[in-house]
């Protein structure tokens, strides 16, 4: 059977690459000089490792819940690593409010899950992007942006530009797997493919390396989740 991809090309790209993204699509990182028939023959040698990463049973493992699920009291919510009450109130709050339990206006009607999204990205906004200055500082480099981004199956990303980038659903993860997170990006500055030297400038900063790893395998999908 053949396996469907899809080439990136990049000029300032020296080595090929492949992916595989949480929604199974294999992605190829290749150099503007390589042809396709060069290409399709290294994902062919690649072959059986691509059907083992797409048929990965934690990665890919059945939501827990049906998606859609009414936003209603008693329901909960991740939120740093930990999952959270949630609470309709009917009193004169206008906006979300968080005391070890989300507190949601009930007169928000079929518009909470916009509004307890917004909450989120505000919430990642004000933990991630400073704490990604703080890994750069202590890292050696400087990225050129940091921005939250909605990018359901890919919880990072650094780009030529030296953009950093990360998905606002990491603030429904513990702390240090967002450090994780960031770092992994952050070093890419440095190191732009999955090298030993990579692996080792990540494991510089981050202690819990492999829990942390463990830690979005065996919960990953539940953050794609809307709640």
Known sequence: MDLAY???RSAKRRKLTITVERDRSIVVHAPEGISDAKIRQIVDLKRQWLYEKIGHPQKYQELPHPPGKELVSGESAFYLGRQYRIELVKTE????QFTQRFLIPAGEGGKRFETLREWFIDKAKEKIIPRARQHAHALG??????????????WGSCTLKNNVNFNWRLIKAPMFVIDYVIVHELAHLIEPNHTPRFWNIVKSQIT???KA???LKAHG?????EL
């Open 213 to 215: 790893k463990q830690w």
């Open 208 to 210: 819990h390396l492999d």
């Open 141 to 154: 480099v400087e990225a050129a942006e940091v921005k939250i981004v909605d990018n359901r199956y890919r």
């Open 221 to 225: 999908q539940l953050l794609e989740q």
């Open 6 to 8: 899809t080439i990136r």
């Open 93 to 96: 709050i206008t906006e979300i």
